[in-house]
């Protein structure tokens, strides 16, 4: 069985957010047998429109790790998670976003820092140059901040005193709880190999995608130092390379 963990911004979506570009290598990826899973700091509703939009099935793992979406009947098993939601299980990793909120809203003043719980849906068109209709899925947050602008430095170790998480993905920082890509892509990897031997690959392309590169049997990196990574310029080299 082939899985492979997929980043989508400046992976396999361009700056434009179109879906229609990935098409061609999803549709790909689906004549080889892959399991197609979303590996990215992008929220449920954000990955419900690219998955929609691209006709993936399989789970997916949302902002920066912090829960696995498991579609229901997905897997014959039973294996253990933290709640139910809209026909999924979800495996929760990470921390409820109103504590990381609460966080960012006590430094916000000192550093200057812009966020989704503190901007307009003008702004965050501004800062993320996503259309109205994803920007609305952005700020529907359940485990993660993404810091856009700040003024001065310093924060990173502000938040990491208060327990979380910062980490620096293509364009920003996100915040979390005490978990990554790679904690959640292994935790993945451990259901599937329940029904038999998994062959895994990733693509990623920020310091965020690290720890997933580092949990797969063969990782892809776009324009990303990685020492055990292939490093391909675009994810459709990709097809040439397990084509």
């Given at each position: 069985?082939?899985?492979?963990?997929?980043?989508?911004?400046?992976?396999?979506?361009?700056?434009?957010?179109?879906?229609?570009?990935?098409?061609?290598?999803?549709?790909?990826?689906?004549?080889?047998?892959?399991?197609?899973?979303?590996?990215?700091s992008k929220t449920k509703a954000e990955q419900e429109?690219?998955?929609?939009?691209?006709?993936?099935?399989?789970?997916?793992?949302?902002?920066?790790?912090?829960a696995i979406y498991i579609p229901k009947g997905y897997f014959s098993f039973e294996f253990p998670y933290s709640r139910e939601n809209e026909g999924y299980y979800v495996?929760?990793?990470?921390?409820?976003?109103?504590?990381?909120?609460?966080?960012?809203?006590?430094?916000?003043?000192?550093?200057?820092?812009?966020?989704?719980?503190?901007?307009?849906?003008?702004?965050?068109?501004?800062?993320?140059?996503?259309?109205?209709?994803?920007?609305?899925?952005?700020?529907?947050?359940?485990?993660?901040?993404?810091?856009?602008?700040?003024?001065?430095?310093g924060f990173q170790k502000e938040i990491e005193q208060r327990g979380l998480k910062i980490t620096r993905g293509s364009r920003f920082y996100t915040v979390t709880g005490d978990t990554d890509k790679g904690k959640a892509a292994k935790m993945l990897i451990g259901l599937y190999s329940k029904i038999g031997k998994v062959e895994s690959y990733a693509v990623g392309d920020g310091e965020n995608d690290i720890p997933m590169l580092e949990v797969v049997d063969h990782p892809f990196a776009i324009n990303l130092s990685h020492k055990r990574a292939k490093n391909i310029k675009t994810i459709k080299e990709l097809m040439e390379v397990i084509g």
């Open positions: 069985m082939k899985v492979i963990f997929l980043d989508l911004d400046k992976t396999l979506i361009g700056e434009d957010y179109s879906p229609e570009p990935a098409a061609e290598i999803v549709s790909f990826l689906k004549e080889k047998g892959f399991k197609i899973v979303f590996n990215s429109y690219y998955r929609k939009a691209l006709k993936v099935s399989d789970p997916f793992i949302v902002e920066n790790g912090s495996i929760e990793l990470g921390t409820k976003y109103d504590i990381i909120k609460k966080a960012l809203d006590e430094i916000s003043s000192r550093f200057g820092l812009k966020y989704y719980g503190n901007s307009t849906i003008e702004e965050i068109i501004e800062f993320t140059g996503l259309p109205k209709e994803l920007a609305e899925l952005a700020v529907k947050r359940e485990y993660s901040e993404t810091i856009f602008k700040w003024a001065k430095e």
